[in-house]
């Protein structure tokens, strides 16, 4: 099994059948293209859990708000949903 995403084996499938320069060739392009704006934001989600995650954990001692501890959830279902991995 390959560990290439789908999008990019979609890409490549695109391309080497030969329809360059058709719509197919720019369905490849705009896959890439949201493949890489897809990790681009997953790293974006990791870095806030991470930041969250260290604010939530350092205000155990006072009173973390629900919502502080909600978003953390929110941003771990997130991530867990753009991986693939269970929350």
């Known amino acids: 099994m390959s560990k290439q995403?789908?999008?990019?084996?979609?890409?490549?499938?695109l391309?080497?059948?030969?329809?360059?320069?058709t719509t197919a060739s720019n369905a490849a392009h705009e896959l890439r293209r949201?493949?890489?704006?897809?990790?681009?934001?997953?790293?974006?989600?990791?870095?806030?859990?991470k930041?969250?995650?260290e604010y939530v954990f350092?205000?155990?001692?006072?009173?973390?708000?629900?919502t502080a501890q909600r978003d953390h959830d929110v941003i771990l279902a997130a991530i867990a949903k753009a991986t693939g991995e269970k929350a």
């Open 15 to 21: 391309e080497v059948r030969g329809f360059l320069g």
């Open 58 to 66: 350092q205000m155990r001692a006072y009173a973390v708000s629900d």
């Open 34 to 49: 949201l493949h890489e704006m897809n990790h681009e934001l997953l790293e974006a989600l990791e870095l806030a859990y």
């Open 5 to 13: 995403p789908k999008a990019l084996r979609l890409a490549d499938e």
């Open 51 to 53: 930041w969250l995650g």
